[in-house]
């Protein structure tokens, strides 16, 4: 098994989720072939899944290094550290991901409202990365920013996790602008896409009709197109967001920016269920993770799909391969 750069690692994620569960089906599907990844702690957790499952145990190892010669026959299983099993699988897997040990960074589910007792502070997952990673430089503007990818479509949050009604009134030209720049970037970088092309999607029914159905993007969406226009970034719109997502119309743009959670996720979701894979840009790390949740209803009962898992995998492997390559 080869690779052009280190493997992956992948956190642990919610011990009673089904990330352990689902990693161990995407190892055992991914085996033969790659990307090769370790997973930073859980060696007891893997050990019973697998028997129970039927599949091979999994291979203690002290080193990301160590995953490709052993991938083949077991799951590759860092030690654990101190600390919240879940936060602690996290902060090792960063922090070899910043030292190149690891290509790249797969991050199970957790569930934060079980960590917010134990101390966690921080909104989820991006916020916890942006800050594990603050002190690090990169090239170009820094996010977080959220995008929802899979093979048809990719979708950019401007906003993300807040009431609707907060969303639309916290929506700034600013925002759209910062959005729409870290895309741009990633798209060159991470998806070596050479002149990216962006479609800004609408506010409001039918784009504003002129503002007939409301202001916003006679107010805000105008003025962020003009300035990210002016700045060479390739973006059309604001477009009806009811007809920004058939085949026809995707063919025209490389990633959609979208103003709030729903707008991005529905289209998403729908055209690939079980195979959207969330991608934090403006990172200077790499990072994807599965577009779902712990699922802790299902979780033991074998019945978890690592669909989300893989392509997050296949697509974390892809970001670092281009990166290396990238200018």
């Known amino acids: 098994m080869s690779t052009a750069h280190a493997p992956l690692i992948i956190t642990l ?9 689902i990693t161990l089906k995407a190892w055992h599907a991914l085996h033969a072939t790659g990307p090769a990844f370790a997973v930073a702690g859980g060696f007891d957790i893997f050990a019973g899944l697998a028997a129970a499952l039927g ?14 010669r052993v991938f083949s026959r077991g799951l590759p299983v860092l030690p654990d550290t101190p600390g919240i099993r879940a936060v602690a699988s996290i902060e090792d897997a960063v922090a070899r991901t910043r030292t190149g040990e690891a290509s790249g960074l797969v991050t199970n589910p957790i569930a934060k409202s079980a960590l917010y007792g134990q101390g966690f502070a921080f909104p989820g997952h991006t916020e916890f990365l942006a800050h594990l990673t603050s002190d690090m430089s ?3 503007e820094r996010g977080p920013v959220m995008m929802l990818a899979n093979t048809q479509l990719k979708t950019v949050l401007v906003t993300i996790h807040q009431p609707l009604r907060d969303a639309i009134s916290s929506l700034t030209s600013e925002a759209v602008i910062h959005t729409a720049g870290i895309a741009f970037e990633a798209l060159k970088r991470d998806f070596a896409i050479g002149s990216p092309r962006l479609a800004l ?3 409001n029914p039918h784009a504003g009709e002129e503002g007939s159905m409301g202001r916003e993007e006679i107010d805000i969406l105008a003025p962020a ?14 477009m009806p967001p009811d007809t920004m997502f058939h085949a026809e119309a995707r063919a025209h743009y490389d990633a959609a920016i ?6 991005g996720l529905i289209p998403v979701k729908t055209l690939d269920f079980h195979g959207g894979v969330n991608v934090t ?3 200077p790390i790499v990072r994807t993770s599965p577009d779902h ?17 893989i392509a997050a995998i296949r697509l974390a492997s892809d970001i670092a391969a281009n990166r290396q390559l990238a200018p």
């Open 13 to 21: 994620g919610d011990p009673e989720g089904i990330g352990p569960e």
């Open 55 to 68: 599949l091979p145990p999994p291979v203690q190892v002290s080193s990301c290094a160590d995953a490709p």
């Open 138 to 140: 990169m090239a170009g």
């Open 201 to 203: 999607a609408g506010l």
């Open 225 to 238: 197109l003009k300035t990210l226009r002016a700045k060479g970034i390739a973006i059309s719109g604001p």
């Open 258 to 263: 979208c103003l709030y959670h729903d707008q």
């Open 281 to 283: 840009l403006g990172l």
């Open 293 to 309: 949740g712990t699922a802790k209803d299902i979780a033991g009962k074998g019945i978890a799909r690592p669909d989300s898992l």
